[in-house]
């Protein structure tokens, strides 16, 4: 029988009529059936070197590559097993002995105690020159090295066999097994970094995918620069069968709608953040994908004490005083944020604080004056540098109004591409910047060290010996440890070299397929948790 003739449009009425269509298959659909993670990343990864990463992005990455002594629960933060099969402690809480597991590196090696010894001895050379190297000054002996004033092979960290590793303390360090779940702490490759002269060498050489080396739950297998970096399960980690995930994708987005569209067009599994504009649309519309959560995070500016005007305590103490906190958080950020009168966050592992920020701008014009520069005459205009994001161009305007209407200061909003930003900071080259610090782990001192006389990421320069006194004082204390924290915190805000903003939050997209993705304040999740749950469909 022949068919009638028909138009194309009338054939495919007729086809659409049959029945619904079959939505399309996404590219995290296809990845999802093949247990490969699609996951927004941020910025691009500054280094996989996990004695020269600084950033949460890279973190997110060096996490699953490699890992330490100890590593963290998903869900509670707890410090747990890990490299470290188990562990003693003396008496006076100063001396840890480890007891390694039989592990292979990625490349069959085994991983011996002399790998934690090179890598912790790498780090605190002074001639590496590492941000974060005052994560290990817990470590008998890893200031006075890191100073160059003493030899490293001082330090307290011994291979006492291919399995054994005995570490020393300065003092005893209440959170110690927690930070050795950090980057810092993880070891490293010793035979291909020696062969590759990479001991002491800041170029990346070593961590390239033909040359990285690691011990993690995943290995490195693809790096395309600024587009994606791929890991792949590594079968020759120690608990590679409770290991569900075959491999992940990394993906950079400098841009945050950008990756929004990404997730919508079925392009990620999880973002890394959601652009606030957006979070009225997820809450009303499609709240089984909007995640929001507490984050461990400090958001301040910090203050260049080298500037002739900010040197003045007074004049810092007007510019936090001239501040309406909760116009930042309501208006600008979308109500996820809480506004900062303290510089810890409430609540970090029990600390309180005992000094609050006020905010008053009839104070603040008294101080202001007080110090020569009433109404602000005097005052030259102060350069804020930022890194594109956000949050901060829009709030930096916000403080920009409020302080010229309250004080008649001038700032001029300085925004940088990321890599000039860094650069700048570490520099001292600004009168203020941006700093949003994320807790390495969950403890005051995370964010108290910070502006310790010599800590590497003090960027305001400010020294102060009380406060240096208590933290120190704090680092042996049994039950009054909080309390000389709270003092310390309290000459901090007394001080102002930075000056807090607002508190932590994420705010990101995850398909409901992935599973074992525990909201923590670390925002901390483990690939090796992560499973994908075959019974729940894509969003759409």
């Given amino acids: 029988m022949r068919w009638p003739c028909l138009s194309v449009v009338a054939v ?220 792949r399960k590594n079968p020759n980690y120690w608990e590679a069968e409770s290991v569900s995930l075959a491999g992940a994708e990394f993906r950079p987005y400098k841009d945050a709608s950008t990756e929004e569209r990404a997730f919508r067009g079925g392009e990620l599994h999880v973002t890394f953040r959601l652009p606030r504009s957006r979070l009225p649309h997820y809450r009303a519309n499609a709240p089984d994908v909007l995640r929001v959560d507490p984050y461990l995070e400090s958001n301040a500016y910090v203050v260049n004490l080298s500037h002739p005007v900010l040197a003045d305590p007074r004049v810092r103490r007007a510019l936090s005083l001239a501040l309406d906190r909760d116009v930042l958080t309501r208006t600008v950020l979308y109500d996820v944020r809480e506004p900062a009168f303290t510089y810890v966050p409430p609540g970090t592992a029990g600390f309180h604080s005992e000094a609050m920020l006020e905010e008053n701008r009839e104070r603040a014009r008294a101080l202001l004056a007080e110090a020569g520069y009433s109404e602000g005459t005097g005052v030259p205009e102060l350069d804020l540098i930022i890194s594109s994001g956000q949050d901060t161009e829009n709030v930096a305007q916000v403080v920009q109004q409020q302080w010229k209407e309250a004080l008649g200061i001038r700032v001029s909003i300085n925004n940088l591409e990321r890599k000039t930003y860094f650069s700048r900071r570490s520099e001292g080259d600004f009168d203020l910047c941006v700093l949003g610090w994320v807790g390495d782990y969950v403890d005051p001192v995370t964010f108290l060290g910070l502006w310790r006389t010599d800590a590497g990421n003090n960027l305001a320069g400010w020294s102060n010996e009380t406060y240096d006194r208590f933290l120190n004082r704090a680092a042996t204390a049994g039950e009054d440890r909080m309390s000389l924290l709270a003092r310390a915190e309290a000459l901090l805000l007394e001080e102002l070299p930075v000056i807090p903003l607002y508190f932590g939050a994420t705010q990101y997209l995850k398909d409901p397929r992935v599973r074992g993705w525990h909201p923590n304040l670390l925002d901390h999740h483990p690939l090796r948790a992560v499973e994908f749950a075959e019974q729940v469909s894509s969003p759409k």
């Avoid at 993880?186 to 390239?208: K, Y």
């Fill in 12 to 231: 495919l009425v007729f086809f659409s009529a049959c029945g619904p269509r079959a939505p399309k298959e996404t590219p995290a659909d296809r990845a999802a059936e093949a247990g490969i993670l699609l996951r927004g990343n941020g910025e691009e990864p500054e280094s996989l070197d996990p004695h020269l990463a600084t950033s949460v992005s890279a973190g997110n990455i060096l996490t699953n590559l490699f890992e330490g002594l100890t590593r963290l629960d998903p869900k509670t933060l707890r410090p747990e097993p890990a490299m470290a099969e188990r562990w003693d402690v003396s008496p006076d809480g100063r001396i840890y002995t480890f007891y390694l597991r039989d592990a292979p590196w990625s490349d069959g090696k085994r991983v011996r105690a002399s790998d934690f010894v090179y890598a912790f001895r790498r780090l605190l050379r002074p001639e590496l020159g590492a941000s974060y190297a005052f994560m290990l000054f817990p470590l008998q002996h890893a200031e006075a090295i890191h100073r160059g004033e003493i030899p490293v092979d001082r330090l307290g960290v011994e291979a006492v066999d291919d399995q054994t590793l005995r570490v020393t303390l300065e003092r005893p360090t209440p959170y110690f097994l927690s930070l050795l779940a950090h980057w810092t702490a993880f070891p490293l490759p010793r035979h291909v970094l020696e062969s590759l002269n990479a001991t002491t060498d800041r170029s990346t050489g070593w961590t390239r995918k033909e040359h990285l080396v690691s011990n993690g739950p995943f290995s490195l297998e693809e790096w395309v620069a600024e587009d994606v970096i791929r890991v």
